[in-house]
């Protein structure tokens, strides 16, 4: 898997970011920027669960926005959430 198709992959589900990690685990080992997208990913994944309204539209628009920032192969973190760090 292509590290740009793993960034935009990894924001569309909770399926899509499974895939990305790990079916395209070479490309986010290798790549800071694809690793940066697979963290912000699986932090947009973990404020959908979570039952409350503005979690789930914050989720959103972080997910938005990061593709929009994968797209346009911007690999600089997203404000709030960017600086987390889940996956080393």
């Known amino acids: 898997m292509e590290g740009k198709t793993a960034k935009i992959v990894n924001y ?3 399926i899509g970011w499974v895939i990305v990690f790990f079916a395209g685990k070479e490309a986010w080992q290798n790549d800071a920027g694809v ?16 039952p409350l309204g503005i979690t789930q539209v914050a989720s959103l628009v972080f997910a ?3 593709i929009i920032k994968a ?3 911007d690999d600089s973190p997203l404000p709030l959430i960017g600086t987390w760090t889940i996956i080393k």
């Open 12 to 14: 569309l589900t909770w």
């Open 71 to 73: 797209v346009n192969e």
């Open 35 to 50: 690793k940066q997208h697979v963290n912000q990913g699986l932090i947009c994944l973990i404020l959908m669960f979570i």
């Open 64 to 66: 938005i926005w990061g």
